[in-house]
C-alpha cells in the first residue's frame, strides 16, 4: 500500500484516515486524497501545481462540513450527508514519475476496492492519468467528463509521454474509458491541429469555451451516456480566471461558478459520478486565496453528488 503522508490540515476539517485498508462502505462514502507530485517533464524540479492540494485543504473551515448547515448550492446539507475523510498526500518524487504514477494509481484502486469513491487533489494535470487507471478494475465503461481550457491530446513533448499535456490522450488509450467530453477549450496552448483530428477520430465529443458561452453546458450534459459511469477531471484552469487566478496560464473567458454546478448537478441527475479530480491550481499566483476557496466549495458539491443514482435525485 503506498505510503500516506499527514496533511497539516484536512480537508474542510473532516477526519484523517492514516490507513487505506481501514476504509469501508459502512463508515465512509468519500476518500479525499492529495497528489502534489505526478510525471516532471524536466527531473528534480517541484510540479508548478505541487502546493495545490494543501492550499484546497486550507480554503475552508468548520463552517463547510458542520451537519447542521445547510448548503443552498445542493439544497442539502453539506456534503449531501456524505461520510468523508482525507487519506493524506500520496508521497511523490521530483524525478520519478513512474513510481508517482505507481503510487497514485494504486492509491485510487485501494480506495475503490475498499467500497469508497475517490477525490483527487493536484498536482499538475498529470496526476488524473494514473487517477483514471486505477479504475480499470472497476468499471468497463466509464466516462470521463474534463473541463480544461486546454485538450492535452499532445502526444508527447521533448520524448515525455505521461505529461501534463498527454492527459487526455493517455486516457483514450485505457479500455476501461469508452466515452470522453471535454468542456471549456479556448485559446491557444500546447494543442497542434493534428491533435483535435485524433481526438475527434477517436470519438471525443468537444464543447468549447465558445459553444458554452453561446449555447449554455446542456448540450455538454445531454452527452453523457445516461446511468454512465462518470469520472470528473477538472483542470483549474477551465474554469474563469477572475473566479481562479491562480493557474499557469490563464485563458480569458472559461467556466464560471454556476456553470460549474450546472455541470455537476446536471450529470448527476443522470448518471453515476464516481470521482472526481482538481488538478494545476497555483496557489502563488492567487495571493487572496479566493480561488483555493472556489475550487474546495466546487468540490464539495461534487461530493454532495457522488455515488447517488439519478432515480434518487429525481424523486
Known sequence: MPPTIKPETTFCRVPFCDDLASLSPRTTD?????????????????SHAAAGAAAMRRALS????GPDQFDFDTMTPVFGGRRVVDCGDVGGSLTEGSENRAAIQKTTAAVLDNGCLPVLLGGDDSTPIPFIEGYGDHSQSLCVVQVDAHIDWRNDIEGVTHGFSSTMRRVSEMSHVTSIIQIGARGPGSARRSDLVDATAWGVQFFTGRDVSTGGVQAAIDAVPDASDVVLAIDVDGLDPALVPGVILPAFGGISYQQMLDIIQGIAAKANIVGADFV????EKDPTGTG???????????????GTSP???QE
Open 30 to 46: 468519500v476518500a479525499v486524497f492529495g497528489a502534489p507530485h505526478g510525471t516532471p517533464y524536466t527531473p528534480g524540479v517541484p
Open 62 to 65: 468548520w463552517y463547510s462540513t
Open 280 to 283: 494545476e491550481y497555483v496557489p
Open 292 to 306: 483555493a476557496q472556489a475550487i474546495a466549495r466546487l468540490a464539495s458539491n461534487v461530493i454532495a453528488q457522488m
Open 311 to 313: 432515480e434518487a435525485l
